[in-house]
């Protein structure tokens, strides 16, 4: 990271370089994390080497050296350039080839396309805009054909990024968005470039699921703009491969896959819940059925409570009834207690033929109504009774015609 206090009037106290450094140390990251997260850089310059044997990499902002290591160590020249102290302190001890000037100065002492490489890892939001401007074109005019420039800066598509961590560092003076930067390196004339999303959160797979924070937080932290000079088309297709792959989490992107699975979870519960209700109508019919199912078995169990019953006592009434019919003083006293009940009396007798019982086929012994003391006014109407009453009044109002006959005779 490059340290710009000096064009403030921040970095001449020896207050600004050590506050500086401990800022780095604690917001920074380990090398070993840093150098893992520029190797990504690698595959856009590797095929420099094929071109260029002798390639010279410049980091402009070289910070505690975690670039040059990199570069060195994949078998390029390299020269680091940074105006902080406590910075420079920590390449000296690593033996880096780093040293202390301002970046756009370095850049101007140089030859024409001179150099293979020309990288600023977070600069680019530590200055005005018209140095930044004027460095662009500065990389431009060093780079040798098909060289290559690298501006990484923190991503403001991060909405946490733009709104608050940007402003963790003091000397930030704005952020820049991506496809302004973009733009700055075609208007200086460079042949294509391409905005790369890094560094965005690792997920441990436990849960996928997409939450409101993760399009807030889940953007790619940082981003970088890397761009190329023109070169011959053999030349320039070597880095079509890293130039094509789209890298990083944009907020449009964060932002549509939360609402899709948003959709997908609303739909999955819609779904849920339409299960829910058929099984409920299933239950509310299957409880039908079964109350339905505990009405016929108490039915059942009445009727078959009531032929029990009736299975108990129809030998009771069986005996009683054929011992009225069959004595002489019991049948006149059976007639005259039934005599005002016709309709109980001749279910009475129905039940007697039904059943065999003697004396039931023909009343004999039946004294007439008139002398047993009653009107016939008690006499109940022919269409109140059953057919088996009216069949034995018959036999009553005929017996009773004959005896008059015959006290007449």
């Known amino acids: 990271m490059a340290s710009w206090q000096r064009n403030e009037g921040l970095g001449a106290s020896k207050m600004g370089s050590e506050f500086y450094r401990a800022f780095e140390d604690r917001f920074r990251g380990e090398r070993s994390e840093i150098k893992q997260r520029l190797s990504v850089y690698l595959p856009f310059i590797e095929p420099l080497l094929r071109l260029y044997p002798e390639c010279f990499a410049v980091d402009l902002g070289c910070g ?17 350039i940074d105006l902080d102290g406590g910075m420079l302190e920590d390449c000296e001890l690593r033996g880096l080839p780093a040293r202390k000037q301002d970046a756009l100065e370095f850049l101007t002492s140089l030859d024409d396309a001179s150099v293979g490489v020309v990288s600023g890892f977070h600069i680019a ?12 074109a500065e990389a431009l005019r060093v780079l040798r054909p098909a060289g290559i420039l690298i501006l ?20 930030h003076k704005q952020p820049i968005p991506g496809e302004l930067l973009k733009f700055l390196t075609d ?3 460079f042949a294509r470039s391409r905005i790369m999303r890094l560094n965005e959160p690792k997920t441990d797979g436990v849960n996928d699921d997409m ?3 993760d399009v807030l937080e889940g953007v790619s932290p940082d981003y970088a703009v890397v761009a190329q000079k023109n070169a011959s088309v053999d030349e320039m297709v070597a880095f079509d491969v890293p130039f094509d792959r789209e890298m990083g989490v944009s ?3 964060a932002a549509n896959r939360y609402d899709d699975e948003l959709r997908n979870r609303l739909e999955a519960l819609s779904q849920e819940l339409h299960k829910m209700r058929e099984q409920c109508v299933s239950r509310t019919e299957h409880l039908a059925k079964v109350a339905e199912l505990e009405k016929q078995i108490s039915e059942l169990k009445a009727v078959r409570g009531v032929s029990f019953l009736k299975s108990m006592l129809r030998p009771v009434a069986r005996w009683v009834i054929g011992k009225a ?12 207690a039934l005599a005002r009940f016709p309709a109980l009396r001749g279910h009475i007798l129905a039940f007697a033929r039904n059943q065999g019982l003697p004396g039931a086929s023909l009343p004999q012994g039946l004294t007439p109504l008139d002398e047993l003391g009653l009107k016939h006014s008690v006499t109940p109407e022919l269409s109140e009774m059953s057919e088996s009453e009216r069949f034995f009044y018959a036999e009553v ?6 005896s008059k006959n015959k006290k007449g005779l």
Not at 152 to 171: A, C, L, Q, R
Not at 325 to 336: H, P, Q, S, V
């Open 64 to 80: 505690r050296g975690e670039w040059l290591e990199l570069v060195l160590e994949n078998g390029y020249q390299a020269q680091g």
């Open 125 to 136: 939001e530590h200055v005005p805009f018209p140095y930044l401007q004027d460095l662009i």
């Open 152 to 171: 990484e800066t923190p991503n403001p598509e991060n909405v946490t990024v733009g709104s608050h961590k940007f402003y963790m560092d003091p000397t």
């Open 187 to 189: 208007h200086c004339g």
């Open 211 to 213: 939450r409101l924070i």
């Open 251 to 253: 907020l449009d992107g």
């Open 325 to 336: 019919l069959t004595g002489g003083w019991r049948r006149k006293a059976f007639e005259r």
């Open 397 to 402: 109002i005929d017996r009773q015609d004959r």
